[in-house]
Each structure stands twice: as C-alpha cells, then as structure tokens.
C-alpha cells in the first residue's frame, strides 16, 4: 500500500481482501469468551489451553496463532497487580495470622491465575486474528474440485 498526501493507494499487485479491517473490539470480546473470532459461535479453545486447528462452525482457520508465552506473562501481569495491594490493605487493615493469609491468597492467586490465563489465551489469538499478524491475513487457497 502506497501512501499519497494522506491518502492510502492499494496498488494492483496487492489483494484488496488483505486490507480489509477486522474490528478489534468484538474479535477481542469473543477470544475473551474463548469463542472464535470471526464467527463468534464456535469453541476456539479444545480443551483447557489448546487452539483449535480451525473453527467447527465458520471453517476459520486457527492454526497460525503464535500465543506462545503472552497469555501466562499477560496473566502474571493481572493476578500480580490485583493481589498485591489487596495483601497490603489486609495485613495493614486486619492483621491476620501469616500461615492464614498465606494460604488464603495463595488459593485465591492460583484460582484467578486459572480463570484468566484462557481467557488472556482467547483474547491473545483473536487480536493476532484481527490485525492480521501470523499468517491470518492471508487470502484462503482456492480449493480444488477433481471428480475420482
């Protein structure tokens, strides 16, 4: 894509399907559902954090995401930012007992940690699909028709 004065040229050699936008917010609404991003309706996930090659509902191919570490540091992240001040205003506040406190948060920690973390996944994937980024914005092979 070229760019005049402002204005954005799509030359001839350039698919017109590749520039096409994605809306963002509700691919990311649906990944946070794990659901897939296009269609909205089919599981994204099989089982607990593994990607489904492509969607059983809209054939959307699922494959190219490249989650990687981002969900687990995404999540890290969140339980880190949330926990934190909430130990400080306990223990300044109530004063319990370390061994309760302790297992109190750590029990909370591992339980936000595992509700987040595919959720964090879904949404991870369906941004990758909306910016097109991994091999999402490619345009889908033609496929072939032979009669056996």
Not at 54 to 78: K, W
Request: proline share 9%.
């Amino acid at each position: 894509m070229n760019e005049l004065a402002g204005q954005s040229v799509v030359t001839a050699s350039e698919p017109e399907a590749e520039h096409e936008d994605r809306p963002l917010k509700p691919a990311l609404l649906r990944g946070w559902r794990m659901r897939c991003p296009s269609c909205g309706a089919g599981p994204m996930l099989r089982g607990y954090l593994t990607v489904r090659d492509s969607c059983p509902v809209c054939q959307q191919e699922l494959h190219h995401h490249q989650a990687d570490d981002g969900p687990a540091y995404l999540t890290i992240l969140i339980v880190g930012h949330l926990m934190a001040p909430l130990m400080l205003v306990v223990f300044t506040k109530m004063r319990p007992d370390p061994l309760i406190m302790s297992v109190i948060f750590s029990v909370g920690c591992v339980a936000l940690s595992l509700w987040l973390l595919p959720r964090l996944k879904g949404a991870v994937v369906a941004m990758q699909w909306a910016k097109r980024m991994h091999g999402f914005g490619k345009a889908p092979a033609p496929q072939s028709t032979t009669d056996a």
